[in-house]
């Protein structure tokens, strides 16, 4: 195989008719797709008159994603070039995107790299080749449970197929006996240019064998085919350069139109700002009434209730005062009657000569009573002087015998 490898170096290998520069070809990588918006992303793109290779690779799409992705391709007929490869897709997945593929006229290159599909998803692509007109590349490396009789599906498809060039198998299982039977579809295949068997292990005459058929498709191309592959180049080239141009008007109305939406945008925000300003002095306004309709409300209320207090203080003060006024009243007519029970007793006893006997017999030994204490009196007096002179007399000379004291008088209780 290395030989043969050094021998393809040394020639220049087969060549193929000038195609557009990938470089230029809109190319449209979306990551993080899941069934769940692949529609949104398919929905999308079925206006889509831009992007000619569609990139969904090593994403999150299932078996129902196949569905949808064959639904998009029969409506879009811009996307000549679609790469699955790395979704698990699965033999029913690939079953439905073949299905929609058996109608579509447009597209030239699929990429189906470990894609999880086997026997029946090879036996689905089959079908699909043998109907198909305008694939031109194919790519099923990775898959490695085609094996033989998968290969064995593809290459009956091959013997009916006059527009696939390159096809992509490496690591798909299918070893020397896949490889045979696609040598002997090669036998009547004449549109196969490529064919990648990388680790397969296959037969390496095997090998030699479908490289020179491959040689002789190549090399025993007519000129009608050579030319076809030329113009249909030529006319890619064209449509690429229309693509470009239309764009480049696109992208400048679109820049217009954003500017035109940008400006409109700026307006409006402008517009929507000095709205809140006004909303928001409004509501401050608002605010500040309602703070002072509250204030007042509370002064209001305070007051109130400061007036309502001193109402209650100033009627309790007239009840304390009038039942104050009512006791002084009661007492002064209870006075008033007492004085005047003292006043009729004292004019009836004045009247009662009994009575004026009685006092003066009273005032007659008050009189006494007082005289007889006035006596008492001086006598205690004077004994009390004489008593001390006697002491200070003691005290200037020696002191003698004290003599006997003399007893005092006694006052008998009837005579005080």
Same mark, same amino acid.
């Given at each position: ?196 068997? $990388? ?57 217009? $139109? ?9 307006? $409006? ?110 006598? $205690? ?36």
């Amino acid at each position: 195989e290395e030989k043969r490898k050094a021998q393809k170096a040394a020639s220049g290998g087969r060549k193929f008719p000038d195609d557009p520069d990938i470089e230029e070809i809109p190319i449209l990588k979306v990551q993080d797709v899941d069934y769940m918006n692949l529609d949104q992303i398919c929905n999308g793109l079925k206006e889509n008159k831009c992007f000619v290779k569609l990139d969904l690779s090593q994403n999150r799409l299932d078996e129902d994603s196949g569905a949808v992705i064959a639904a998009l391709l029969a409506d879009n007929k811009v996307i000549t070039s679609l790469d699955l490869s790395g979704n698990e897709l699965t033999n029913d997945g690939v079953k439905g995107l073949v299905e929609g593929l058996k109608e579509n006229k447009s597209l030239t290159e699929l990429g189906l790299s470990e894609v999880s599909i086997g026997m029946q998803g090879a036996k689905q692509i089959a079908a699909m080749l043998k109907d198909n007109t305008t694939l031109a590349k194919l790519a099923l490396n990775g898959n490695d449970k085609i094996g033989a009789r998968g290969a064995e599906e593809i290459a009956a498809a091959l013997e009916h197929n006059n527009t696939l060039v390159y096809l992509e198998l490496s690591n798909t299982g299918l070893g020397t006996p896949g490889a045979e039977v696609l040598l002997k579809a090669l036998k009547k295949n004449k549109s196969l240019m490529q064919v990648c068997l $990388q680790d397969n292990r296959v037969d390496s005459k095997v090998l030699d064998k479908i490289d020179d058929l491959l040689d002789n498709n190549y090399d025993d191309m007519s000129g009608k085919v050579k030319a076809a592959l030329a113009a249909r180049s030529k006319r890619r080239a064209a449509d690429l350069e229309a693509r470009k141009k239309t764009n480049a008007a696109r992208l400048k109305a679109e820049e217009e $139109q954003r500017k035109k939406e940008m400006a409109e945008r700026q307006k $409006q925000e402008a517009a929507e700002r000095i709205q809140r300003e006004q909303e928001l002095a409004q509501q401050m306004e608002a605010e500040a009434k309602a703070k002072d309709a509250e204030e007042e409300r509370q002064r209001a209320e305070v007051l109130a209730k400061q007036k309502e207090a001193e109402e209650l203080q100033k009627a309790k003060e007239d009840a304390e005062r009038q039942a104050k006024e009512e006791e002084e009243r009661k007492m002064r007519e209870e006075e008033e009657t007492k004085r005047k029970e003292e006043e009729d007793e004292k004019a009836r006893m004045e009247a009662d000569p009994l009575y004026q006997l009685l006092k003066k017999e009273e005032e007659k030994a008050a009189k006494k009573a007082a005289a007889k204490a006035a006596k008492l009196a001086a006598q $205690q007096a004077a004994a009390e002087a004489e008593a001390l002179a006697k002491a200070q007399a003691q005290e200037e000379a020696p002191a003698p015998t004290p003599p006997r004291a003399k007893p005092s008088p006694r006052v008998s209780p009837k005579a005080a």
